[in-house]
């Protein structure tokens, strides 16, 4: 069971605050009024904080340990301890989208909203999942599905776009494109690969 499946999304905004340096630029070019510039660079700094956000489930996910499957036992025991990384790092990502202020757009919205549904819905196979492994006989046949069901909410959240929805919207879009914590994440799209097996 490698973690390769949702690993595939690394590097995508993972850090907490933007140095100077990786300051998106200010917004602004021919034909863009005031006004404009001062929407762009709000939805700039709201999906730079999505995509910060997301990039730390990306750092807890390169965190989960690999399954041992020397034995029925201790297959079962890292299948869970992996899974209960895996939802502690949901649940922080989660609550973190949650906490974002409101898009300058409702299109920023949804997006936000789909993703936190899709996440939150993982989240549930996990935990289902976790339940399983852990409360059979790991030797059982029973126990040998469990185990082999860790990979079904893997599979998801490889499979998860987590830019969903921002390429429809122009102002998003832009945005995605001068945010520095979005531009490995749009170029990782892991929707874009098949998870590994």
């Known amino acids: 069971m490698a973690i390769g499946a949702v690993v595939s999304i690394s590097a995508c905004g993972q850090q907490s605050?933007?140095?100077?340096?990786?300051?998106?630029?200010?917004?602004?070019?021919?034909?863009?009024?005031?006004d404009e510039a001062v929407r762009q660079d709000e939805t700039t700094r709201w999906a730079s904080g999505y995509c910060t956000t997301v990039g730390g489930l990306v750092q807890t996910l390169t965190t989960m340990p690999a399954v041992d499957p020397s034995s029925p036992e201790s297959a079962a025991r890292t299948s869970s301890e992996l899974l209960a990384v895996m939802i502690g790092g949901l649940d922080r990502t989660i609550d973190g989208l949650g906490e974002l202020g409101?898009?300058?757009?409702?299109?920023?919205?949804?997006?936000?909203?789909?993703?936190?549904?899709?996440?939150?819905?993982?989240?549930?196979?996990?935990?289902?999942?976790?339940?399983?492994?852990d409360e059979t006989p790991p030797s059982s046949e029973d126990g040998r599905e469990a185990i082999g069901a860790v990979k079904l909410p893997l599979d998801a959240l490889a499979g998860l776009r987590l830019l969903k929805g921002f390429d429809a919207t122009p102002a998003l879009d832009t945005a995605t494109r001068r945010a520095p914590s979005c531009a490995d994440l749009a170029k990782r799209d892991p929707a874009a690969e098949p998870p590994p097996r």
């Open 17 to 34: 605050a933007m140095s100077p340096a990786a300051q998106p630029p200010p917004a602004g070019g021919p034909g863009i009024t005031a």
């Open 102 to 133: 409101p898009a300058p757009g409702q299109e920023g919205d949804l997006a936000r909203q789909n993703v936190s549904a899709d996440l939150t819905r993982i989240r549930e196979r996990a935990v289902a999942t976790k339940a399983d492994v």
